[in-house]
Structures are given as structure tokens and as C-alpha cells.
């Protein structure tokens, strides 16, 4: 299984981007997907996740109402649509599988990875 993240960038507090990860090798209704992200010099975070079924997701609290998850089964694809970003997003945001469908926050039981994409908000 390969994870690929896109969409990162630089946008300014207030701005929107929404981040894709591409799934090759398995389809992305066979895992729960999450996605994460890290600061410089802080640890990885949980940021969302969606269930195989696409049933259920669920949100870090500083993002709810403002970051949305979704899939697209055709494309193999899981966004992360951000709006409202505010500088204290910055960080390098990774996409993550979990085979065993834990449906978990906790970035141990996410078995794949994706590379990484950065987005940087500015003030």
C-alpha cells in the first residue's frame, strides 16, 4: 500500500486548502484513514479520521467546524478540506491507513504512511 499527499502550501490566516491523499494498492474502503500532522519541534498530533465505511469521522476539538474528511471510493482518494486556517495549523500534515480498522486517534495504530505535504499559514 502507498499513500501519496498532496496539496499543501502557503495561504494566509482565514484561507482554505484542501489536502488529497492518493491510495494505490488497496482500496481506501479497506482501512480507516487518518489524517495527522507535526509542528517543528512538537510531537505528531491527530488531526481527523474516517472509518472503511465512511460512516463515521471524528475530529481533533481545534479543528471541528472548521477541517472536513471525506473519500472519494473512484478516485482511491481521502481530502481534507481546511477552512478558517489559522496560523497555529502550520505544520506538515501526513496521511495514515489502519488496516485493523481501530479506529483510532493514536498514530501507532496507522500502519501506512504517506510522505508528508506542508502548510504553512501565514498571519
Known amino acids: 500500500v502507498q499513500l501519496q499527499a498532496s496539496g499543501g502550501g502557503l495561504v494566509q490566516a482565514g484561507g482554505s486548502l484542501r489536502l488529497s491523499c492518493a491510495a494505490s494498492?488497496?482500496?481506501?474502503?479497506?482501512?480507516?484513514m487518518g489524517w495527522f500532522r507535526q509542528a517543528p519541534g512538537k510531537e505528531r498530533e491527530f488531526v481527523a479520521s474516517?472509518?472503511?465505511?465512511?460512516?463515521?469521522?471524528r475530529y481533533t476539538d481545534s479543528v471541528k467546524g472548521r477541517f472536513a474528511i471525506s473519500r472519494d471510493e473512484v478516485k482511491n482518494t481521502v481530502y481534507l478540506q481546511m477552512n478558517s486556517l489559522k496560523p497555529e495549523d502550520t505544520a506538515v500534515y501526513y496521511c495514515a491507513a489502519d488496516p485493523e480498522l481501530t479506529y483510532s486517534s493514536g498514530p501507532s495504530d496507522y500502519e501506512y504512511w504517506g510522505q508528508g505535504t506542508l502548510v504553512t499559514v501565514s498571519s
Open positions: 494498492g488497496r482500496a481506501v474502503s479497506s482501512f480507516d
Open positions: 474516517i472509518t472503511w465505511s465512511g460512516g463515521a469521522e
